[in-house]
């Protein structure tokens, strides 16, 4: 008789639960033990997206999904042709649990409630008998004989599905495994912007702005959110994303130059006020504006410029236009410090990606050892993103090729 395949997991989150789902899928006669730590399971679907579970995103071919990764894209590429978006929906709605696609592709369960999403995966844990160990960390894993020795049992195949750490030393125990783990940065956070009037503005919200980083090639577009100590919104999310690592090397001390009106060409925005004026010359400039900006930071820019708001815009004269051109479009900022944005904590780093065969999810340093989720140095720019890369890698990581 055939010895019966052993395999432990080690994470009780999502990727975790999604590679114990899957080893049983495709080897539905081995023994799966998962083990997690704490005495929570999936913690982080249960307050992701305010509670609703933000499960994936509306991206539907490999490659446009791989986009939203500032790290481990090019990789995730291949694992996605395997399982993407679309599997990830299937495989929910195929369960009893539908999903729904919001305005901006983030895709929810219909319940808008994450306890569906927990409920579904529990459930399926059950009916397909992977015995969960709670209050059960483990601390090393000793490989011996062909054989995975961890927690005082022996196990044919081990699947690391451990999230990502504050901290580079919760990495170590995987460093005496021979692997290379990237130290982790903060991913998503907002601009502490210190010494400027703008921040009276705040709770304000400018719909389509470019944010460069000055001295880099980093840029991003979208809607910049006014706060009490700086600038957020997607724009700055992201661009916090693709520079995690540069911002944490200078400090986070930098400049940003901003686009207000997110048309970059001068003369573009240029000709859009000599199309308005025939109409607005003899109307006060506090009153008119001729692009989609909210008054009072109309009203700000115009300060700004050095131009008296009152004044009529047949007034306005050749330098004081250009000075109104160059703060539209390139309005610079001291950036000194971050805020962590709470509910999307996200850290990058983790296990080298070069490290891993992301057909499989196999370690290349350790035959028999996988890994699966953000314990990889791989993460997207919002939650969904995160979760897609979980579902996939430890889809891919319970088949055991």
């Known amino acids: 008789m055939e010895d019966v395949l052993r395999v432990a997991v080690i994470g009780g989150g999502a990727a975790g639960f999604f590679a114990a789902l899957s080893v049983a899928e495709h080897h539905p006669s081995a023994e799966v033990v998962l083990f997690e730590k704490s005495g929570k399971l999936l913690s982080k679907v249960k307050i992701s997206g305010g509670g609703r579970c933000n499960v994936t995103n509306a991206c539907f071919t490999p490659s446009s999904l791989a986009k ?15 399982f993407q978006a679309k599997d990830t929906v299937k495989w929910f709605t195929s369960r009893g649990v539908p999903l729904k696609t919001e305005p901006d592709g983030r895709m929810f369960p219909q319940s808008d409630d994450s306890q569906s999403i927990i409920d579904c995966l529990m459930q399926e844990a059950h009916k397909k008998g992977v015995e969960i160990k709670m209050q059960a960390p483990v601390g090393s894993i000793v490989l011996y004989n062909g054989e995975f020795q961890l927690n005082a049992a022996r196990f044919d195949r081990v699947i690391i599905a451990t999230g990502g750490s504050p901290k580079t030393e919760g990495f170590d125990w995987l460093r005496t495994l021979g692997h290379t783990v990237s130290a982790p940065v903060p991913s998503l956070f907002t601009f502490k912007i210190p010494h400027e009037p703008v921040k009276k503005l705040m709770g304000l919200v400018v719909k389509d702005a470019l944010v460069r980083i000055q001295g880099t090639k980093l840029a991003h577009q979208g809607p910049v959110l006014i706060t009490h100590w700086g600038m957020s919104g997607p724009a700055v999310l992201k661009l916090s994303a693709w520079g995690a690592r540069e911002l944490e090397k200078q400090g986070y001390a930098f400049n940003i130059q901003v686009n207000w009106v997110g048309v970059s060409n001068e003369k ?23 692009f989609d900006l909210p008054k009072n930071f109309w009203l700000y820019l115009l300060d700004k410029s050095g131009i008296d708001a009152d004044s009529l815009w047949l007034e306005l004269g050749k330098k004081s236009r250009n000075k109104l051109l160059n703060t539209l479009l390139n309005d610079i900022y001291g950036v000194h410090g971050k805020t962590t944005f709470k509910e999307e904590f996200v850290t990058c780093g983790g296990v080298n990606v070069s490290e891993v065969d992301f057909a499989t999810m196999q370690s290349k340093v350790m035959p028999g050892l996988y890994f699966a989720g953000e314990v990889l140095d791989v993460d997207g720019i919002t939650g969904g993103f995160n979760f897609q890369a979980a579902w996939t890698t430890g889809f891919l990581a319970g088949r055991l090729r």
């Open 268 to 290: 573009e925005v240029s000709s859009l006020i000599d199309e308005a004026l025939p109409e607005i010359r003899k109307k006060k400039m506090a009153n008119v504006c001729p």
């Open 68 to 82: 939203n990764y500032p790290r481990g894209g090019k990789q995730l590429k291949k694992a996605f042709t395997e």
